[in-house]
């Protein structure tokens, strides 16, 4: 074998295991004083708001894109629909996908944060922070996704996955954003629905 077929082979993967890692691993909080399953209808909590300049430098609108419509499939299948156009809704998504650099826990050294998403009410946007650390970083991500009651505006369910999807493109971000949102789901209060076989009717005849 050639070296380059040896490095072409390490690359690829290389690749590979970044997009399988370990297995996601979703964190959730939640009101228990308030049940899901007053969500029959949801509108995403950007839908009036003008993406700020300084934050769509620094983001990859396809990315988020990717990440809005992964988790509209996911509401989908709860049986959540989009409110219809000047109705009001039930509940209100956000979400948020950034990276930052993080500083190695046994030698504290420099590190800077960046992080971009909707959600909230002001709270939405570019934000970051400096520490003075040195040069032993690691970046780390998170894809968070949020309900809020869209009438009170008070926070109903939390979750997010510590996952880094900001340099991906193309195919291998939505393959990735999809398994990020599917593990975020799989706390979801409610369960997706289960479809009937097809070619089966739920009325049988004698």
């Not at 988790?71 to 299948?77: K, M, Q, R, V």
Request: proline share 5%; hydrophobic share 45%.
């Amino acid at each position: 074998m050639s070296m380059r077929n040896s490095i072409s082979g390490l690359t690829a993967g290389a690749v590979l295991v970044l997009l399988s890692g370990c297995a996601l691993q979703a964190r959730t909080d939640s009101d228990p004083r308030v049940s899901l399953a007053v969500c029959h209808s949801y509108a995403f909590a950007d839908a009036q708001d003008v993406r700020p300049e300084a934050a769509s430098a620094f983001g990859n609108p396809l990315n988020e894109k990717r990440l809005r419509e992964a988790i509209a499939g996911s509401l989908a299948a709860r049986g959540m629909a989009v409110a219809a156009e000047g109705a009001p809704a039930d509940c209100l998504v956000g979400y948020a996908i950034g990276s930052r650099l993080a500083p190695d826990p046994a030698a504290p050294r420099f590190s800077w944060g960046l992080g971009m998403g909707w959600g909230g009410w002001g709270h939405h946007g570019l934000g970051g922070s400096v520490a003075w650390q040195a040069p032993y970083d690691y970046r780390e991500g998170r894809v968070t996704v949020n309900l809020y009651d869209a009438r009170s505006h008070q926070a109903l369910w939390h979750a997010y996955v510590d996952a880094d999807v900001t340099e991906l493109t193309g195919a291998n971000a939505e393959q990735r954003i999809k398994a990020v949102v599917a593990a975020i789901f799989e706390k979801f209060p409610v369960p997706a629905a289960v479809a009937a076989p097809a070619g089966k009717s739920s009325n049988t005849s004698g």
